[in-house]
């Protein structure tokens, strides 16, 4: 499985768009990108996933590049609710493992 | 409300006292899998089930077991617990294996062997 790397730790003033980068240079043509959140110590959420076009729904936007090397997560007004640990996984399809790094801890600010 | 299920959410125990932390899922999934959370590791997957009767091991399986004789069910059972297997402990649940959907994670068990 692809490795991912993401910086330790973000602010983002409330209110402003909060991108949280995410590396993964050796993932494979069938691996999706996915993106999960923990806040505190809360069970992890689901919050999107991509393969190599750029996703949307009501709680964020997944930008992935075209060569599939990085990709964005976009929380387009962040809230304070929005504090929170973010993992950025690589997953190949036709397996449900799920393979978490240290992630992003994402700190919204008033 | 579809959810994830777990119990108890604490527990403090002593070393070599066996135990089971339990699973419950509502949403009919086949696909049901146990993690651990250590401060500096991030989530490692301890055991997985792809269905009724069928486990397999993860990452870290050495000092549990599990099981699956119902699809919503899947228990987390340490026969001799020790107090390296003091951890965050989460279970999760998806649809189906093999498609691209999401995982429903329960609250979490924190679990402090002593």
């Known amino acids: 499985d692809a490795k991912t790397t993401q910086p330790t730790s973000m602010d983002c003033a409330e209110g402003r768009a909060a991108n949280l980068p995410c590396n993964h240079s050796?993932?494979?043509?069938?691996?999706?990108v996915y993106w999960y959140r923990q806040i505190h110590s809360q069970g992890p959420q689901y919050i999107i996933h991509?393969?190599?076009n750029n996703e949307t729904n009501e709680m964020a936007s997944l930008i992935i590049t075209e060569d599939r090397k990085s990709s964005t997560l976009i929380l387009p007004h962040a809230t304070l609710r929005d504090t929170a640990v973010y993992y950025c996984i690589v997953r190949v399809v036709g397996t449900d493992k799920l393979i978490f790094g240290t992630g992003t801890r994402l700190q919204v600010f008033p | 409300e579809a959810q994830v299920t777990q119990n108890p959410r604490y527990l403090i125990t002593v070393t070599g006292k066996k135990l089971t932390v339990t699973c419950s899922q509502n949403m009919n999934h086949e696909y049901m899998s146990w993690y651990r959370q250590d401060p500096g590791l991030g989530l490692r997957q301890i055991y997985y089930s792809m269905n009724v009767e069928v486990t397999d091991k993860g990452d870290v399986p050495e000092g549990y077991k599990v099981s699956r004789k119902e699809k919503r069910n899947f228990p987390l059972i340490l026969e001799s617990p020790s107090p390296n297997q003091t951890s965050l402990y989460f279970c999760?649940?998806?649809?189906?294996?093999?498609?691209?959907?999401?995982?429903?994670f329960g609250q979490g068990t924190r679990l402090t062997v002593v």
């Open positions: 991509g393969l190599k």
């Open positions: 999760a649940s998806a649809k189906q294996t093999g498609l691209n959907t999401e995982a429903f």
């Open positions: 050796t993932i494979s043509g069938n691996e999706y």
